[in-house]
């Protein structure tokens, strides 16, 4: 049984449309990260999955209907959807009670553990805690919680480098296993590229790559194309184009590897490299190019092939 | 950290663990004392109302020889009533203080939540918004009527002391006990603040529905939408018929619940101080009552549906 699945999810806002008829299915032990701009749809999707949120079309969440059965998958899923929704009056101690005293599958012992080794005390409230720390206490409630599908909202929002870093440190670490599923939407792509197994971008309510790890390192090449090489390199129909150090670097999805490392030193992208290509209003990528390749991937994506039909032209700039 | 992160995953995946056995009602028990420690004036308001009344009756202590002296003189109905009136107003005191606290807090009890986002880590709990407003709409209706009723008998008590102490030396401490029908007026004041609870219950129910539904000012969209229409009646009609409705919804519970029919010389309240003015019967059968419980549970249906739909602002 997938973990959620959606049929062509649907959700708007008055005329704003949020979410523009999705078809998703996400197995169960995976880590999916949702990447997209603000207003993308994100939050939104998240929202139905959660069963905060009314929503058309159909949706399943491990086997219930959220909005019907928000309660009741509860005991199941997880949520951070921000640092920000502690309440800033409770002690440290009331959460751990209330938690407890609410969720059959809190196991206290756990949090505690996860608790003494940060800095925060029982008796603090949560308004007398740093943004960190507050992190760091809704992750030990979670993670003491044994669910089987975790969704993280901007997990690290605001938060600095170390506590960004020890959040997934610990969240791989101490809590995922294969049994469980993970989803979290981030700007901060960096920081989770090599932890998903799963990658989907979205925009203006629709998915506009969805992919796995495996075949995002597979599909997607970033060439540092040497000066001499570089109309060769045009030939073969990147999807992007960028400059760095006065050398081009150009992205190519699915063009073999071996072709491309002789124009130049050859690499897997970042995400944010690939969010940009295919997302980015860039100087780098207008007009025509920009809605080829957008195209090329809706098409990828809907086929499950992996085709990149439009993007074989020749940069015409 | 590494064998610690060992440790918790075998942890997780220990067929041996079970889930804590959970009862249908803890998720509702732990959402009210959920309500209990955010919420501090609902027990610190009415206990800072009885410490005032009683430091009031110890600056005043001094006059009560006095003031006992001239009441003893008065015909026995206006005795009685001068007797009980310090009782009376400090209840009344009491109550009222924790009807302005109860109205506050529904109308912050599905706001305040939205206001700093918290909802979405109650939401992310196995708690139905079912049995989060029910647990919401239990404080004004049952938690706060129980324990204003406790501080009350606990002040009463308190202001029985210090009136004996006071009339000691002058020999009539004996008249407060032999006059005073304490028994009585702690059954009367359980069966008024009782009645009054349910006579309320569209009042909280209502206050609860518009903290679910506004994004802002709470306290106006409680207010003006009943002001308004009072006042049109007023400039149509020249009647206050819907005022006067609104009125005895307010503070009528007393007349519907009591047989209200001795009136102390002089006093334009009445005296109530014997178990027979107890009429249950007359309450159970007002038109008034049934009717308030059913618009009061139209509107916790709304008050449940909103806190469902309704996101942070």
């Not at chain 1, 756990?110 to 608790?115: P, R, Y």
């Not at chain 2, 020999?171 to 009585?184: D, E, I, K, V």
């Not at chain 2, 359980?190 to 309320?200: E, P, R, S």
């Amino acid at each position: 049984m997938a973990c959620i699945e959606a049929r062509g999810l649907r959700k708007a806002y008055g005329t704003t449309v949020a979410l523009d008829g999705i078809n998703l299915r996400v197995e169960e032990g995976r880590i999916l990260g949702l990447i997209g701009p603000n207003g993308a749809g994100k939050s939104t999707a998240l929202n139905a999955i959660l069963g905060i949120t009314p929503f058309e079309g159909q949706l399943r969440v491990l086997g219930r209907d959220p909005w019907a059965e928000r309660d009741l998958l509860m005991r199941d899923v997880c949520f951070i959807a921000d640092v920000a929704v502690l309440p800033r009056w409770m002690r440290v101690s009331q959460a751990l009670d209330y938690v407890a005293g609410v969720h059959p599958r809190f196991d206290r012992a756990k949090a505690e553990g996860f608790l003494s080794r940060t800095e925060i005390k029982r008796t603090s409230k949560v308004r007398q805690l740093s943004k960190g720390m507050v992190a760091q206490l809704h992750l030990a409630l979670v993670m003491a919680i044994d669910a089987r599908l975790l969704v993280l909202d901007e997990p690290t929002l605001g938060l600095d480098i170390l506590y960004r870093k020890q959040f997934y440190d610990t969240l791989l670490n101490d809590y995922f296993d294969r049994s469980r599923t993970i989803v979290v939407t981030t700007h901060q792509v960096e920081e989770i590229q090599n932890v998903l197994t799963d990658l989907m971008f979205i925009n203006h309510g629709r998915i506009m790559l969805e992919c796995s790890m495996e075949e995002f390192e597979a599909r997607y090449v970033e060439v540092m194309v040497n000066p001499d090489r570089f109309a060769a390199a045009q030939m073969l129909g990147p999807i992007y184009e960028r400059q760095l150090f006065g050398r081009s670097i150009l992205l190519f999805d699915n063009v073999d590897r071996q072709q491309l490392a002789a124009l130049g030193d050859v690499r897997t992208p970042s995400i944010a490299d690939l969010f940009v290509a295919v997302m980015g209003p860039s100087p780098e990528v207008r007009g025509q190019r920009f809605a080829t390749a957008k195209q090329s991937f809706g098409e990828s994506k809907a086929g499950g092939a992996a085709s990149a039909q439009g993007s074989g032209e020749p940069r015409k700039s | 950290m590494n064998t610690e992160s060992n440790i918790a995953n075998s942890e997780v995946t220990d067929p041996g663990y079970k889930p804590a056995a959970m009862s249908a009602t803890q998720p509702f028990v732990w959402s009210v004392r959920r309500e209990l420690w955010e919420n501090r004036s609902i027990y610190f308001a009415p206990l800072i109302a009885g410490s005032v009344i009683i430091f009031g009756s110890l600056i005043t202590a001094y006059r009560l020889p006095r003031l006992r002296m001239n009441a003893l003189a008065l015909e026995p109905t206006r005795m009685r009533a001068a007797i009980e009136a310090p009782y009376d107003i400090a209840a009344m005191m009491i109550m009222f203080t924790a009807f302005i606290v109860a109205v506050f807090y529904c109308l912050d009890a599905l706001h305040g939540e939205r206001r700093d986002r918290s909802i979405l880590f109650w939401k992310s709990l196995p708690v139905s918004d079912f049995t989060a407003v029910l647990s919401k709409a239990f404080i004004p209706l049952v938690i706060l009527p129980l324990f204003t009723f406790a501080v009350i008998i606990a002040t009463q008590f308190m202001m029985l002391l210090i009136s004996t102490v006071a009339l000691l030396p002058s020999g009539l401490a004996g008249s407060t006990w032999n006059l005073l029908p304490w028994f009585q007026l702690s059954v009367i004041l359980l069966y008024g603040i009782v009645t009054m609870a349910l006579w309320h219950a569209p009042v909280f129910a209502w206050l609860l529905l518009v903290s679910g539904w506004a994004r802002r000012a709470t306290f106006l969209w409680a207010l003006l939408p009943w002001l308004a229409v009072a006042a049109i009646e007023k400039i149509a009609f020249n009647t206050a018929y819907f005022a006067q409705m609104l009125g005895r919804r307010v503070g009528g519970s007393f007349e519907e619940a009591f047989v209200v029919t001795t009136y102390p010389k002089g006093s334009h309240y009445p005296l109530v101080d014997r178990l027979t003015q107890l009429d249950p019967l007359k309450f159970l059968s007002s038109p008034g009552l049934w009717i308030g419980l059913v618009v009061a549970a139209g509107f916790f249906v709304a008050a449940v549906r909103l806190r469902r739909s309704r996101g942070p602002l």
